[in-house]
């Protein structure tokens, strides 16, 4: 519980930042990985993103694990839960990628 209530604060933290202060927003990560097929360069950009900021997520131990269920998970399912959350949510696509990705794994394993 611990865990979940500082990953909230640190997203709140981070979506509390100027608009577009980030390189990329959850429009451009949709873009991209809903741009081109399979193994395509914008795919694999899409795929090597969602795992970089869920493996750090992971490394910072922003990620409840006693509540999560992460055994397992493929890179691709992290991806496709990434992008279920972009399209289910077409209005938070203006707000930073990583922090899309972050609460996108935690409503898609933890929830």
Avoid at 6 to 21: D, E, G, R, V
Avoid at 71 to 96: E, M, S
């Amino acid at each position: 519980m611990r865990q979940i209530a500082f990953a909230a604060a640190f997203a709140a933290a981070l979506t509390a930042t100027p608009a577009k202060a980030a390189f990329k927003d959850g429009n451009d990560l949709l873009d991209d990985c809903q741009r081109g097929e399979d193994l395509s360069s914008a795919d694999m950009y899409c795929l090597a993103y969602t795992i970089g900021v869920f493996d750090s997520m992971q490394a910072l131990g922003l990620l409840p694990r006693s509540k999560c269920n992460f055994g397992n998970v493929k890179a691709i399912q992290v991806k496709d839960v990434v992008v279920k959350w972009l399209n289910d949510n077409p209005a938070k696509r203006n707000q930073v990628a990583a922090d899309i990705v972050m609460f996108a794994v935690i409503e898609g394993f933890c929830g």
